[in-house]
């Protein structure tokens, strides 16, 4: 059953899957990850497919998850467990997909909007689009698995850019430090998305799929045990965390102390 | 006993073996996979030497695996385990020589001949070249040791625009995807090439040769089993790869199932 | 106890590290590797500070190790396992720093400077630096943990550029290599390496230190072992290596014989 702020379309052997939030610049809500996996887990399974593409609605990729919401489905341990456990089944619905997968990038693409396009085969962005984390600003981690693929794609100095300076990137930027496969003018990003996920469905979809597991699979497995990897939810048990959420809900400046 | 289309000649303490069948591009049929391998592992041998240049005649690098000679040589199951044992250990003698190879890269850089490419520790190539793989056409696919370099050298943005897009870069774009050591003028790569080469037997051989392995060493083994790179010859059973070898040869193009 | 040559001082939650021996480059000899230790580690302690910067006096970052000091503190195989420990124990104090660490890069970042510049998480260089590892020149190698992070920060075409070959890189070419995180003109690196620390002090501490181990934690273990490591200072052994030193001390050119 489709979410009518993630709606599925197809165009041949091409599904494309929208982020269609745009009072928020398609941030994400619980159950938007949720339908994002559904969605992502059921074109994995369709046979007759060639490449996926993800997009916004608006002029913007996502600017991420849905700060706002967090009063309601976020900012206890307990709650962050499971909604750690949402994010990350949608995360990986875009790694483990069988069929490439290509962001078409205009405006922000912002937070767990990066950590989506990070996820993907492919990022076609404009030259105008702003591609960051920013966790750091509200005293929030990312996960081991979501932390991965950055460094697989880009190196860990341009990782440290990311998580710990916050580093907003334009579209020029992102290009040289590898984030992007490629950068075009703002004009044509969905047009040039499209024409890469065609090349794409022109190729052998066997091959496609071998190599697509096969780069995943040379990543080897993570270095991290389980208990670990729950590490990344205590932030939701800090002082910093509950002072930056405060601040960010009355629009101050969040004043960091290190607990 | 050299082999009429590798041909190796010497300029004091550099080796150069030069791919040498024009009439195809300089692309590989397996004779000339065994004499790759033959003639790198008698030159790392060679206490004497302190790099090695490889180059093709005519004006291009290579254009890969030569495609015409797959009906004899190639593709059936059985055949194609053999022939991956070559290609095999042909890309293997290059990453596992002593000395510091350099690929000097002029016009196609193509398939098995960008597979050669990202096994060289250098790869000095020319403005005009096409460097790129086209296994997805054919339906075919990669081994897991000949993927590995690839991420190493440039990430997995980049390996999946060669191995899924089977996107075709020009020496600039080679260069700032990581995949080329440094992008010259077309008219110099060969000397550009030869260069280098003699920077690299100025300096210290044992600091050389303890650096090329220590690279090497530190990506670690494949994490994947003997049975899981075996698979990767499994495309020479599919529908698919049938199909399109037999579109080659007729010159249509081919259309893929999934099978 | 402070070392005269390493003074550490402090602009509000920002520390700042000086490389002071101007009348070698700022390179270092084995007491300023134990005052770097030292310092680095108290540092890391300090739960009051945010992040660090290192930089060096007269308008350059370091030249390395002092070559000249080799006659009394290196050069033997029993002193330079002693040695090794110190730049190890060196190198790792940046790296495993609790705090980010910023690296200014002006004029000479060689040699084990420009090691010490790959430990540390971000680099910010003048477009006239001269960046590059000169080990070749004198028979010497580098430990399996300094160069895994050049491996996991810019790949290994980088690292053979680096080690094999011996380039020396211009702030551009640092950064088009994933070398630096950014350049700038050569009169405001130590402004933008100020710059880029406070706005690492701005963020939330516990998310920069959660980040920082994740970035070095996910690279995994290095797969070699304990002989291997050790492996790395046997050039004290080697022909080449005394005939270089000496060839240094009279301002020669070594000649190397690959013994």
């Known amino acids: ?36 996996a559904e969605a992502m887990e059921g074109l994995s399974g369709d046979e007759s497919l060639r490449s996926v593409v993800l997009r916004g ?33 949608g995360m990986q619905s875009i790694r483990l997909c069988r069929h490439p997968v290509v962001a078409a990038i205009e405006g922000a693409c912002i937070g767990g909007g990066a950590g989506i396009a990070t996820m993907c085969d492919f990022r076609v962005g404009g030259e105008g689009i702003r591609f960051g984390i920013t966790a750091r600003n509200l005293g929030i981690w990312y996960a081991y698995a979501e932390i991965d693929p950055i460094l697989s794609l880009a190196g860990s100095g341009v990782a440290a850019e990311l998580l710990i300076e916050g580093r907003i990137f334009n579209g020029r930027e992102a290009y040289e430090k590898g984030l992007l496969s490629r950068v075009v003018p703002d004009g044509v990003v969905e047009q040039e998305g499209m024409a890469l996920a065609r090349r794409i469905a022109e190729g052998s979809p066997l091959s496609a799929r071998f190599h697509k597991q096969a780069i995943r699979r040379l990543r080897g497995p993570l270095p ?22 405060r601040a960010f809900l009355t629009k101050e400046k969040p004043r960091f102390v290190g607990r």
């Not at 990897?229 to 048990?237: C, K, L, Q, S």
């Open 1 to 36: 059953m489709p979410h009518p702020e993630l709606p599925v379309s197809r165009e041949g052997e091409i599904a494309v899957v929208t982020f269609n939030r745009p009072k928020v610049r398609n941030a994400l809500d619980r159950a938007m990850w949720e339908a994002l």
């Open 57 to 89: 609605t608006g002029g913007t990729f996502s600017a991420g998850a849905d700060i706002r919401t967090f009063a309601e489905e976020r900012g206890t341990r307990a709650r962050e467990d499971r909604y750690a456990e949402v994010v990350h089944r």
């Open 224 to 245: 991290v045990g389980p208990e670990e990897e729950a590490e990344a939810n205590g932030f939701a048990e800090t002082e910093d965390f509950r002072n930056a959420f």
